[in-house]
C-alpha cells in the first residue's frame, strides 16, 4: 500500500532508495504499535464524535446558503434598491460576498492556530449574524454590499476551521464519510436557499425574509461549540496534553485515546511550536504539497461549479424553463450526488473519486456548449443544456466538490496544516469571486458555447493533474500520514 502512496507522490519523501518499501518500514519508523496496542484492534466508535462534527458543518451549511440566497431574489433586489438592469451591480451584490471570504481566509489559519478551532468557528458565526441583518434591513445598495462583505469575512473563516475541525476529531474509518457530511450541509444550506427564495416574486420584500433567516443556524453555530470538544490536535500543540487525552477520549473512547496520543507523540518533532512563515509554504521546502492543494481549489472553482449556482437562474431562464423548478431540481442533484459521496468516500477512495468526478463534469460542460450552439434543434438543446447542468451538479458533488477540503487537511503536516489552508482558500476564494464577477459579462461577450467549452477544458486540465499529483490517503490516521510524507529538512 504505502509503496504505491510513494510510487504516486514526490511531494515528501524521507529517501529516494526507500520507495519499495512496505507498510513494515513506516512502522519502524514510527513505532505505532509499541505498548502492546495493535492498530488493527482498534475501532473508535463514529457515535462519539458525530455530534461534535455535525455543530461543526452548520458553518457548511451558512456557506452553501449564503452562495445560493441571492440567486433567485437577485432581480427583486434589484428593483428595490434602484440598480436593475446594472449586470455589473448584480454581479457585486454577489461577488463582494467572496471578497470579504478572502479577507476571512487570509486569517483563518492564524486565528485557528491562536484561539482553537471551537472559538474559530463562533468568530465566523459573528459577522454572518451582523451582515446579514445590515443585508436584511437596507434600503440602498451600498448597505446591501456592506452587509454582504460582512457575512463574506464570516464564510471565509468558516471552510478552513471546519475541514480542520472534522479531520481532526474524526476517527481514521470514518474521516471520509465525516468529510464527505461538510459537501452535505452545504448543498443542503444551498438546497436551503433556493427553495426559502420561491416565495419572493409573490410577496414584496421576502427577499429581506431570504438574509435574516441565515442568523438562526449562525446563532446555533456559535452557541453549540460552547458544549463541543476542541480539537485534541491544537490541545496537544499548545501543550495541554492532558486536555489533549481527555478530548480523544471523549471523542474515541478511553482505549482508542491512549493510542491516539502514542500517535500524536510520535510524530511530535520539537518544531510545532515555531512560528509558520509565509515563505516556508509558497516557496519552501512544504510548497509542492501547497502548490498542489491550491491548484486543486482553483480547478475546482475555474470548473464553473459557482457559476452554477449563482446565476442558474439566469441561466435556465434563457433555456425556457421555470427557474424555481430548474433550481430544485439542481439542488436535489446536488444533494443526491453528495449522499453517494458519502458512501463511497471510504470505500473508493479520494482520488478515485475526484479523478472520474472531473472527467465527467468535463463531459457535461460539453453538453452544456453543443446545446448552446446552433447544431442542435430547440428540443434537443433545451434537454442538452438543462440535462448537461444537472449532470455537472450532479458529478461535481460525486468527489471535486467534497474531496479537496478533506484531502488537504490529511496531507498537510500538523505543523502547518491551519496555516497552509488558509493558503489555499485563499486561492478558492480570489478564484470564486473573479467567477462570480464576470460570468454575466462573459457571457454576453463570449456566448455561452464558448464559455461552457473554457469550463470543460479546465475540468480536463483537472483530471490530467489529479492523476499524475493526487495521493491516496483513504484509511490511514493523520500521523501515519504524516511519517510517511514528513519533508527532509
Not at 491550491?294 to 480547478?299: E, H, K, Q, R
Request: aromatic share 10%.
Amino acid at each position: 500500500m504505502w509503496a504505491h502512496y510513494r510510487e504516486n507522490s514526490s511531494m515528501y519523501k524521507r529517501t529516494p532508495s526507500r520507495e519499495s518499501t512496505s507498510m513494515t518500514d513506516v512502522e519502524e519508523n514510527s513505532s505505532l504499535l509499541g505498548n502492546g496496542l495493535e492498530k488493527e484492534t482498534l475501532n473508535p466508535s463514529w457515535k462519539l464524535s458525530l455530534p461534535h462534527v455535525l455543530v461543526g458543518t452548520l458553518s457548511s451549511f451558512l456557506f452553501g446558503y449564503h452562495l445560493g440566497v441571492v440567486n433567485e431574489p437577485l432581480e427583486s433586489i434589484s428593483v428595490d434598491l434602484g440598480f436593475r438592469g446594472n449586470t455589473l451591480a448584480e454581479g457585486l451584490v454577489v461577488s463582494i460576498c467572496l471578497g470579504g471570504a478572502l479577507i476571512g481566509s487570509l486569517f483563518s489559519g492564524w486565528i485557528a492556530d491562536a484561539v482553537g478551532r471551537r472559538r474559530a468557528f463562533q468568530l465566523c458565526a459573528l459577522p454572518m449574524i451582523i451582515g446579514a441583518l445590515m443585508s436584511a434591513a437596507t434600503n440602498n445598495l451600498f448597505g446591501m454590499l456592506v452587509g454582504r462583505l460582512f457575512v463574506g469575512t464570516g464564510l471565509g473563516l468558516g471552510p478552513p476551521a471546519v475541514a480542520l475541525y472534522v479531520t481532526e476529531v474524526s476517527p481514521a474509518s470514518v474521516r471520509g464519510t465525516y468529510g464527505a457530511l461538510i459537501q452535505i450541509a452545504t448543498c443542503l444550506g444551498i438546497l436551503g436557499a433556493l427553495l426559502i427564495g420561491i416565495p419572493v416574486k409573490e410577496i414584496s420584500g421576502w427577499w429581506r425574509v431570504c438574509f435574516g433567516a441565515s442568523t438562526i443556524p449562525a446563532g446555533i453555530l456559535a452557541l453549540g461549540m460552547v458544549f463541543c470538544a476542541e480539537s485534541p490536535h491544537w490541545l496537544y500543540k499548545q501543550g495541554r496534553i492532558a486536555e489533549a487525552e481527555a478530548t480523544f477520549e471523549r471523542l474515541l473512547g478511553a482505549s482508542e485515546a491512549k493510542f491516539a496520543m502514542s500517535e500524536l507523540s510520535k510524530v511530535d518533532r520539537g518544531d510545532d511550536a515555531d512560528t509558520v512563515k509565509l515563505s516556508e509554504l509558497v516557496r519552501g521546502r512544504h510548497f509542492k504539497v501547497v502548490f498542489i492543494g491550491s491548484t486543486l481549489f482553483a480547478l475546482q472553482q475555474l470548473s464553473g461549479i459557482n457559476a452554477v449556482f449563482y446565476f442558474s437562474s439566469t441561466v435556465f431562464k434563457s433555456a425556457g424553463v421555470p427557474s424555481d423548478i430548474a433550481n430544485g431540481c439542481i439542488g436535489i442533484a446536488n444533494l443526491l450526488g453528495s449522499i453517494i459521496s458519502m458512501v463511497l468516500m471510504d470505500k473508493l477512495g479520494r482520488k478515485v473519486l475526484l479523478f472520474w468526478s472531473f472527467f465527467s463534469m468535463a463531459i457535461s460542460m460539453m453538453l452544456q456548449a453543443i446545446g448552446a450552439s446552433s447544431i442542435v434543434s430547440n428540443p434537443g438543446a433545451l434537454y442538452l443544456s438543462v440535462g448537461g447542468m444537472l449532470l455537472f451538479v450532479f458529478t461535481f458533488a460525486l468527489g471535486a466538490g467534497p474531496v479537496p477540503s478533506l484531502l488537504l487537511p490529511e496531507i498537510f503536516p500538523s505543523r502547518i496544516r491551519a496555516k497552509a489552508m488558509a493558503v489555499c482558500m485563499s486561492v478558492h476564494w480570489v478564484i470564486n469571486f473573479f467567477v462570480g464577477l464576470l460570468f454575466l459579462r462573459l457571457l454576453e461577450k463570449l456566448g455561452a458555447q464558448l464559455l461552457y467549452s473554457i469550463f470543460a477544458t479546465f475540468c480536463v486540465i483537472a483530471v490530467i493533474f489529479v492523476k499524475r499529483n493526487v495521493i491516496e490517503t483513504k484509511g490511514k490516521s493523520l500521523h501515519e500520514i504524516e511519517i510517511a510524507l514528513l519533508p527532509q529538512d
